[in-house]
């Protein structure tokens, strides 16, 4: 892919700001004729004609050719170039990291999960080797790949390339050492916001203006887009809803401190409260499995709650009604148009959604949830990856 015009768009120059504006149209709004297109970017016929036609010879736009209808030859169609090259996504998880590989018009053509230790010594290795192997195995050509996102829970500024909750080296910043390994442009993104991002492009759902995505899995954290953007914060930090002071527990969360919503409301919450049950005595079909090992894992209390485990549902009830109660103070602050609940607990479907409901009721305000929408995430544990790479490439061509 030549990048001609994207260094002279940070210089000011006009036509490069316009083709951006070309580009830009094709990523939100999707393929477009040239009539289309020059009313949408407010450009004259000739001027969309002769801009594509430099975009074409970039390798950043394609034409689809012409369109035949029982009506009629329809007008020939522009948009993306799917050949352009490839686009690699990691999305870090506790145990795993999901990766993906999209093609410049935004289509998951590879899709793998590889199991990974992100808490081991030698992680940052272990993800190298990740990220290279799944690249050898799926026979994809070094020579296409535009770029890598990638996404890591906890504090990461993605403007600095500095993750703080792992891999953190004071010398350098990550995307900077992950360039160094693999030879490519890296750029890192926190796994919430990014999955926020992979949702709201999915479906057409960036017709909302506000959407909220709450990752509800082993942490709790959640992505804004306000007015179809991602906010960030000041320092990149935004989102860090788990280590919301919520209640007067002594249970310490990860983060050190006490009270956090993280420790009630989150997939580690359910774990807990689970094993205390079994310690107890309680009763579960996963009783024997605990007696004999002594250990659950978090996969197999979901697998009980789609067996209709009565402690495994009871518990969930409590973690979803704390989860719905914090979301109805989310609803009150932002007045959002969607709230998606992605993450592991969704997996769980109406178990977790039905207190979650119940407690929005209860506790938010009726006139400002009455236009808000919640549901589950369309793209389940795609999303991540889905918008590592979106991002990626967003990034790349300066939108």
Known sequence: MKQSFLKLATEGNKNAILKQHIIRHFVFEGDSSIADLSKAVNLSVPTVTKLLGELIEEEFVHNFGEQQTAGGRKPNIYGLNPYTGLIIGADIKKDSVIMGAMNFKGNL????????????????????????????????????????????SGRVNSRTGYSYSYFFVEEQPLSVLLEERLGYTVFIENDTRAAAYGEYMNNESYAQQTLLYVNASWGLGIGIIIDGKLFYGHSGFSGEYGHFPFNDEEIICRCGKRGCLETVASGSALYRMFLEKLEAGSVSVLSDKFKSTGKITMEDILSAIESEDVLAIEILETVGHNLGKAIAGLINIFNPELIVIGGSLSTAKEYIMLPVRNAVNKYSLMLVNKDTRICLSALGENAGVTGACLLARNKLIGL
């Open 109 to 152: 053509i590879h899709r793998e999960v590889v199991e990974f230790n992100l808490e081991g010594p030698q992680a940052l290795d272990d993800l190298c080797s990740v990220i290279l192997g799944f690249i050898k195995r799926h026979k994809i050509d070094p020579t296409k790949i535009l770029a890598v996102g990638v996404n890591i």
